[in-house]
């Protein structure tokens, strides 16, 4: 943080920290969440219900949240992105359809008429392949459960890019993000640490964390199979629990396949990023729960 005469602005390597990319992409979460639960109730009017809840959470507030132009412009390009990353292919369609709400939403908003003014930005930067993904993305509503959401989703896109909005920069395989990846800078207890700087004594990697993780579920594993008469019991009643679950939901939910999507997708997408560990046939029994009612509820069969 930095000031004059008592004053305090954020710097903007703040907006690239894990505090503010961790605390929004939980928001986003939550906003998602939130949004399915009102979209089941009543979907007459999706926009119209993501608008209120928009509103209701604080969201419209957010652009308020820092005022030296410097920091703003960092901080409208890292929360739109921020949306952007929620609107791959490889999130459920739900997930992309309120991310793309929520850009259009935030984009849109930006203040024009404050005294004195606030700075703005005019485009949304965004990979080429993303973006061609992105304007095919209205035809793969076609689900009963997200058909209703479709002709919103196709008007808020169509209007982003009648509009110009998008930036289009070189293949995502390339980086051409700035930053390259987010955050860029972690907290921990002893500061912020750049991501390019040799890693500390006592910290983990990426693939050490993987290999312990793994190790661990190997551990758990053997346990579990040298205590089989407290398995049997537990056992029994992760089944009855489940069981209730599916008879009050119904096991052809669409909520449970978008859940289990969306689960997928994102545990295929950390391996893939780990090309270094040993390949893991965890995901074809994964993928394989997906073709059946009931998703990843439906994994374990006694």
Sequence with gaps: MSGTRGQV??????????????ALRADISTLVFNFHESYARD?????GTFKSLWEAQGWKWLHFRVFDNRARETFLNVTMRLFLERMVKTEAPFTRVVALFALYTFF???????????HVVSHIPIAIDHYNTLLQFPQTLANPFLAPLQPFASYVLSNLVQGNAFYLLPGSELGAMNPRELPREIFVEEGLIDGNQPQRKGQYSKRDKVVKARSALETMARLLQQSKPLLGTTGFQYDRQKQILLDQLGIDNPMLQETSESVVAR?????EQEADVEQW??????NTALSVPGGLLKLVER
């Design 108 to 118: 849109n908003t930006q203040p024009t008429g404050s005294a004195p003014p606030l």
């Design 43 to 47: 979907n007459a009017n999706p926009f």
């Design 267 to 271: 545990l295929r997408e950390a391996h």
């Design 281 to 286: 046939n965890g995901l074809e029994r994964l």
């Design 9 to 22: 602005n954020l710097q903007p390597s703040y907006f690239t920290s894990s505090i503010y990319v961790k």
